[in-house]
């Protein structure tokens, strides 16, 4: 069983940096490929990154490819995601995902494929 938190989300301004972290609980957080999905009010939630359980290995939605960095510090029991360039339509409520599927990163863009999620960090971007 994995417990995660995610916090780092806030208001900014179109342009700006944020970072978003979460905090897992459980001995075998290294066994876990993480991902980051995000929902915008009044649509379906949807993949923004993950990586693989030793964090050598990332993938990322088309739309966010280049301004954000998906890592994880397994020390820490911690992922990350680092989102530059903030554009209004990055506005959404943030989940981190913990998944354990085989055939990585087949079916890792889906939320299906994960087994617990955390509940979620605001971001908001003003343009």
């Known amino acids: 069983q994995v417990q995660l938190v995610e916090s780092g989300g806030g208001l900014v301004q179109a342009g700006d940096s944020l970072r978003l972290s979460c905090a897992a609980s459980g001995r075998t957080f290294s066994s876990y490929s993480m991902g980051w999905f995000r929902q915008a009010p009044g649509k379906e939630r949807e993949f923004v990154a993950a990586?693989?359980?030793?964090?050598?290995?990332?993938y990322y939605a088309d739309s966010v490819k280049g301004r954000f960095t998906i890592s994880r510090d397994n020390a820490k029991i911690t992922v990350y995601l680092r989102m530059n360039s903030l554009k209004s339509e990055d506005t959404g409520v943030y989940y981190c995902?913990?998944?354990?599927?085989?055939?990585?990163?087949?079916?890792?863009?889906?939320?299906?494929?994960?087994?617990?999620w955390g509940q979620g960090t605001q971001v908001t971007v003003s343009s």
């Open positions: 995902a913990a998944g354990s599927r085989g055939n990585w990163p087949v079916g890792a863009d889906k939320s299906g494929w994960y087994d617990y």
């Open positions: 990586l693989t359980r030793s964090g050598g290995t990332t």
